[in-house]
């Protein structure tokens, strides 16, 4: 199946710091990214969904002042958590959309906020 | 918008007994039906996936079916091993919109 990196795999940050994490595409262009954040023990609750070139998409609920996502390649989305607060503390996943259809995912970013 | 149900939330069988996971969805539209398995710490990862022109699909000890009138469709795992054991999440989709079932943890005791 197709590759998708993400950076850092793990992350323990200060409240009040800003944190971001890059999705790559490693193997084919993705024009639509999606990021979930995960509780343990839960499904994965889409966040947002980023198109490249444009504006993402967020879920209702999620605020985004806080969670900016940037899309400014087929292969790279970002997210970055502003003044981070221990609340923020999850396992955040992007996926990259192929074909319109199928979603891959990346490992995982485990953030920590103190 | 799409409403994805899954049950049950836990299922524990012995090694080589079958396991059935069920979902349900609620817009007609969805047409691409992915099951993904997530072990502890890592990313969903694709175990087979179906299409709404096709009932039924298998591939080795996996088998997912489909039946659209009802909304639903089960994956069904064969011949189960402890190495089966993870969560896994069913999906319903349609063009760049895809939904979760909340998730099935199965555990497979040797």
Same mark, same amino acid.
């Given at each position: 199946?197709? $590759?998708?990196?993400?950076?850092? &795999?793990?992350?323990?940050?200060?409240?009040?710091?800003? $944190?971001?994490?890059?999705?790559?595409?490693?193997?084919?262009?993705?024009?639509?990214?999606?990021?979930?954040?995960?509780?343990?023990?839960? &499904?994965?609750?889409?966040?947002?969904?980023?198109?490249?070139?444009?504006?993402?998409?967020?879920?209702?609920? $999620?605020?985004?002042?806080?969670?900016?996502?940037?899309?400014?390649?087929?292969?790279?989305?970002?997210?970055?958590? =502003?003044?981070?607060?221990?609340?923020?503390?999850?396992?955040?996943?992007? &996926?990259?959309?192929?074909?319109?259809? =199928?979603?891959?995912?990346?490992?995982? =970013?485990?953030?920590?906020?103190? | 918008?799409?409403?994805?149900?899954?049950?049950?939330? /836990?299922?524990?069988?012995?090694?080589?007994?079958?396991?059935?996971?069920?979902? /349900?969805?609620?817009?007609?539209?969805?047409?691409? @039906?992915?099951?993904?398995?997530?072990?502890?710490?890592?990313?969903?990862?694709?175990?087979?996936?179906?299409?709404?022109?096709?009932?039924?699909?298998?591939?080795?000890?996996?088998?997912?079916?489909?039946?659209? /009138?009802?909304?639903? @469709?089960?994956?069904?795992? /064969?011949?189960?091993?402890?190495?089966?054991?993870?969560?896994? @999440?069913?999906?319903?989709?349609?063009?760049?919109?895809?939904? @979760?079932?909340?998730?099935?943890?199965?555990?497979?005791?040797?």
């Amino acid at each position: 199946g197709a $590759v998708v990196s993400q950076h850092p &795999s793990r992350v323990i940050c200060k409240s009040g710091t800003s $944190v971001k994490i890059e999705c790559r595409s490693l193997d084919f262009q993705a024009t639509t990214m999606f990021w979930y954040r995960q509780f343990p023990k839960q &499904s994965l609750m889409l966040m947002a969904t980023s198109n490249e070139g444009s504006k993402a998409t967020y879920e209702q609920g $999620v605020e985004k002042d806080k969670f900016l996502i940037n899309h400014a390649s087929l292969t790279l989305s970002t997210l970055t958590v =502003t003044s981070a607060h221990p609340e923020d503390s999850s396992f955040y996943i992007c &996926s990259a959309l192929q074909l319109r259809e =199928t979603q891959y995912f990346g490992p995982g =970013t485990r953030l920590l906020v103190l | 918008g799409e409403n994805v149900e899954q049950h049950p939330s /836990t299922l524990s069988v012995q090694e080589g007994d079958s396991a059935v996971i069920k979902c /349900t969805y609620s817009d007609s539209a969805s047409n691409y @039906f992915p099951w993904y398995k997530q072990e502890l710490g890592k990313r969903p990862q694709l175990i087979i996936d179906i299409r709404s022109n096709v009932g039924e699909k298998k591939d080795q000890r996996i088998a997912v079916t489909l039946n659209k /009138t009802a909304k639903h @469709f089960s994956l069904h795992i /064969t011949e189960t091993q402890p190495e089966d054991s993870a969560v896994y @999440f069913c999906a319903a989709s349609k063009i760049d919109d895809m939904r @979760f079932g909340a998730g099935t943890r199965l555990t497979v005791k040797p």
